[in-house]
Structures are given as C-alpha cells and as structure tokens.
C-alpha cells in the first residue's frame, strides 16, 4: 500500500469509524497520541482531549450524526477535505435548547498525517451559524 493510499484509508477510517460508528475506542488507531484538532477558536489535545472535550459532547447531542466526505485531496502528509454532517440535535449543545430539530453543516478540513494517523487538523465548518439560528 502506497503512503497516499494509506492515508486516504485513515482518512476515510475516521469519519466511518470514529464519528459514523461512534467508536471512540478507536481513537489510537486514527490519532496519533499527542495530536491537535484546532476546531474554530478551540485546540483539543491529545487522546483524551479528542475524545472527552470535543467527541463525546458533539456524539451525545447529535446521537445519529453521520458525515460524509464530499472532496479529499492528498499531498504527501497533507490532506484536504470538504464533508458535511446531518443528524438531530437529541440533547442540549452550545446554549441550543434540544427539540429533535434537523442537523446539517459542512465543512472543511486541513490533515497532517504522521505514523500512519491523524496528527493533526484544522477544522472550520458553519456549524455555528446552525446554532446561532436555533432558538435557545
């Protein structure tokens, strides 16, 4: 397997395994252990900072939740993606008072790739406009 292949397979690893299947057990095998999401104005680090600060959060409001990649572009170490995400918000997220109201933002996202795993990610989507048109 070519590096490219193999990082579009961790790639593609985690949005169907991670956040589809909700397998936040796999963390290890798609993050490298000390590696960065940058999602707006926030930095999550590390394993358990992905995990407990940012997926749990984002997974338990939006239990259905399902991505889906639009666009994945590979450069050595480096990826871009656009994806968009739906679901239903089940549980209060944000200030967001929860009524099983609709879910759908895109995004995009920068990758660095390291050991076979996500070190790191840029993140930016217009998730917080949805939210800011919701009543709170």
């Known amino acids: 397997m070519s590096d490219r292949q193999a990082h579009e397979a961790v790639l593609v690893r985690l949005f169907e395994e991670f956040w589809n299947r909700q397998a936040l057990d796999d963390v290890a095998d ?51 993606m656009r994806y968009r995400g739906t679901g239903h918000l089940r549980e209060d997220y944000a200030g967001v008072r929860a009524t099983g109201q609709p879910f759908e933002y895109h995004g995009i996202a920068i990758f660095r790739l390291a050991q076979g795993r996500v070190a790191e990610v840029w993140s930016n989507s217009d998730m917080a406009g949805w939210l800011a048109a919701q009543p709170a």
């Open 30 to 80: 798609v993050f490298t252990e000390d590696a960065v999401i940058h999602f707006g104005a926030s930095d999550y680090v590390g394993h358990a900072g992905i995990v407990e600060d940012f997926a749990r959060p984002f997974m338990a409001a939006f239990p259905d939740l399902k991505h889906e990649i639009l666009l994945l572009l590979i450069d050595g170490d480096m990826a871009s």
